[in-house]
Structures are given as structure tokens and as C-alpha cells.
Nanobody
Framework: QLQLVESGGGLVQPGGSLRLSCAAS????????IGWFRQAPGKEREGVSC????????YYSDSVKGRFTVSRDNAKNTVHLQMNSLKPEDSAVYYC??????????????????????RGKGTLVTVSS
């Protein structure tokens, strides 16, 4: 079965940290660009980060730049999103997706479905005191 599975979400206090993981099964992540996007209740999806297949380029949205770090471990077929200095406005369901390009994240009008071959079911992050 070809799938992406996110893990690592949970409840954290403001200022805290979480590390999300995105694990692939049934296919190799090596050649894919891996994006992270989030969706809060009643809000549009927001592209948070996207890392190229060769680690050569990484996109971060302005809202998370300097606080979130994406990394990939192709040997373990996994991508991680380290989230530090979390804020209540970071609360959302976080999804990872395997794309053929990060173009949709960089574009002035985001198109997060662009080049998407697989996506996970999401993991909930709640930042609250």
C-alpha cells in the first residue's frame, strides 16, 4: 500500500516544541519534493515548508521562518518538521505530501495540489496553555 503517515502531533504549551515525522511506505521518497502544509478550522490550507529531493532548496512560509526546520532522511524514507517557539496560531492539522516540484509553495498564488502524488491524513497540533 502506497501511503504517507504523519506522526508527532499533540498538545504543547506556547513556546514549546514538537517534531513531526512523515514516513512513506510502498514507495521511495528519494525523488520527491516533500511539502508540509497545515489547515486550521475555518481557514484555507497554508503551505508551511517544502524541501527539494536533493536537499538543495527549502521553502518556508513567512509565518514559520526561523522557527521551523525541515529535514529528510532518505535512508529511513522519512521527513521531519522540527517546530520550535510554537504559537497558538500554529494550531492546525499538519499534512505532508510528496510532490514532483515545490513550485506550488513558492508561487505567488499558492497551489498546494501542484505535482502532488501522495498525501498523508494529517496529525493534529494544538498549541495552548
Amino acid at each position: 500500500q502506497l501511503q504517507l503517515v504523519e506522526s508527532g502531533g499533540g498538545l504543547v504549551q506556547p513556546g514549546g516544541s514538537l517534531r513531526l515525522s512523515c514516513a512513506a511506505s510502498g514507495f521511495a521518497l528519494d525523488y520527491y519534493y516533500i511539502g508540509w502544509f497545515r489547515q486550521a478550522p475555518g481557514k484555507e490550507r497554508e503551505g508551511v515548508s517544502c524541501i527539494s529531493s536533493d536537499h538543495g532548496s527549502v521553502y518556508y512560509s513567512d509565518s514559520v521562518k526561523g522557527r521551523f526546520t525541515v529535514s529528510r532522511d532518505n535512508a529511513k524514507n522519512t521527513v521531519h518538521l522540527q517546530m520550535n517557539s510554537l504559537k497558538p496560531e500554529d494550531s492546525a492539522v499538519y499534512y505532508c505530501a510528496a510532490h514532483t516540484s515545490c513550485w506550488g509553495y513558492y508561487n505567488d498564488i499558492p497551489n498546494l495540489d501542484y505535482g502532488m502524488d501522495y498525501r498523508g491524513k494529517g496529525t493534529l497540533v494544538t498549541v495552548s496553555s
